[in-house]
């Protein structure tokens, strides 16, 4: 664990796929699984709590099981910004009450005309009910950034992109437009 703040816990580790290192966080929020899926499914409302997006957009949803988008993150200077495909598969496991989105970041031609360096990883988010009104959600990553950015530089900043997106999911999912929304991916 490297950080603990504001009931957000960070953990990076590292692992022999990359050289850089991997992250998790965890909180526990008051909010519902349909009012955390309605969150995820407004990528345009992506750049408001994803840490340093500056870019999303909806690339194709074809059910509830799945949703492709591209993003653009913003990088320190003098570093190019960063883009990815993001590719999202949602499983519900009734027994469990736990919802896993796989993330996984794809190969492709989106925004390859313009001058950002393409990111390369994979995650999940998992969120577990923990009572009728309150959810444990979980976010891990490895993410290469590409490009010329050193690992060891990269790594100094691992907690920041948890901590801050992990935050700002917990103050957008209170919007009144995440609310009294139901999935059917959730009565299966």
């Known amino acids: 664990m490297v950080k603990d703040k504001d009931g957000i816990k960070v953990f990076t580790r590292t692992n022999t796929i990359m050289s850089f290192k991997e992250f998790k966080a965890v909180m526990q929020i008051r909010a519902s699984v349909d009012e955390f899926l309605s969150v995820l499914y407004d990528v345009d409302g992506l750049t408001k709590w994803g840490h340093n ?110 901590f801050y997106t992990m935050e700002g999911m917990r103050d957008v999912i209170k919007e009144e437009k995440y609310k009294g929304n139901t999935y059917n991916l959730l009565k299966n």
């Open 53 to 162: 997006l500056t870019e999303a957009r909806l690339l194709s949803r074809p059910d509830e099981l799945s949703q492709t988008y591209y993003a653009v993150a913003k990088a320190p200077w003098p570093y190019k910004n960063r883009d990815g495909i993001y590719s999202n598969v949602f499983g519900w496991d009734e027994n469990a009450k736990t919802l896993v989105v796989a993330i996984e970041l794809l190969e492709g031609n989106e925004g390859s005309d313009r001058d950002f360096v393409r990111l390369d990883g994979f995650g999940y988010w998992q969120v577990k009910v923990v009572s009728e009104d309150e959810i444990e959600v979980i976010f891990q990553m490895q993410v290469d950034p590409g490009g010329s950015i050193k690992a060891w530089l990269a790594n100094m900043f691992v907690t920041d992109s948890p």
